[in-house]
T-cell receptor, first 116, second 115 residues
């Protein structure tokens, strides 16, 4: 079946502009996650969604970042008033469930964001 | 707080040889899971192997095995019979019941397989 898809694959924006990044999880996966990977670094957790529960926003670096998940499927990560330090690859992942530690997360190809 | 440490920023291995990528972790949760992911130059994260904290045996998946030493809090990845296609970044990650569902990642090891 289809994997996690993300769009756009690349985004170049000017400092101060807003951007929206989209994620389509694997069908049937109830949990969805956003991570950020800065150049040469590991992945930094941003936010996760599980069903209709309130999302865990504990990883969002500032109030310029927000995310929503509509209908328990597609998610959009929005960055307002982008700054140069927001330049990174934004990775989305999904998994079958949240409860327990076993379920691996399947990642999309990422969106490379460059703020000029 | 959880932490994953990967002390090898880069490793070289000859084709067909075995290589061990180091990973140590820190958590106060009794129940946790350890994951290894591969990230080739294309950028996508590929799940390789999982080890649960209560698993009695070391995990194996084809040419990948996990050397889990719970008392030392280490979860090293062993790749046997290296292939050129194994050249990539490798990330160790952890999830525990105390941190909901998020994965905590190490900084990664870049593996280069040579002829």
């Amino acid at each position: 079946g289809a994997g996690v898809s993300q769009s756009p694959s690349n985004k170049v924006t000017e400092k101060g502009k807003d951007v929206e990044l989209r994620c389509d999880p694997i069908s049937g996966h109830t949990a969805l996650y956003w991570y950020r990977q800065s150049l040469g670094q590991g992945l930094e957790f941003l936010i996760y969604f599980q069903g209709n529960s309130a999302p865990d926003k504990s990883g969002l670096p500032s109030d310029r970042f927000s995310a929503e998940r509509t209908g328990g499927s597609v998610s959009t990560l929005t960055i307002q008033r982008t700054q140069q330090e927001d330049s990174a690859v934004y990775l989305c992942a999904s998994s079958l469930a949240v409860a327990g530690v076993r379920y691996e997360q399947y990642f999309g190809p990422g969106t490379r964001l460059t703020v000029t | 707080a959880q932490k994953i440490t990967q002390t090898q920023p880069g490793m070289f291995v000859q084709e067909k040889e075995a290589v061990t990528l180091d990973c140590t972790y820190d958590t106060s949760d009794p129940s946790y899971g350890l994951f290894w992911y591969k990230q080739p130059s294309s950028g996508e994260m590929i799940f390789l192997i999982y080890q649960g904290s209560y698993d009695q045996q070391n995990a194996t998946e084809g040419r990948y095995s996990l050397n889990f030493q719970k008392a030392r809090k280490s979860a090293n990845l062993v790749i046997s019979a290296s292939q050129l296609g194994d050249s990539a970044m490798y990330f160790c990650a952890m999830r525990s019941t105390g941190t909901a569902s998020k994965l905590t990642f190490g900084t990664g090891t870049r593996l280069q397989v040579t002829l």
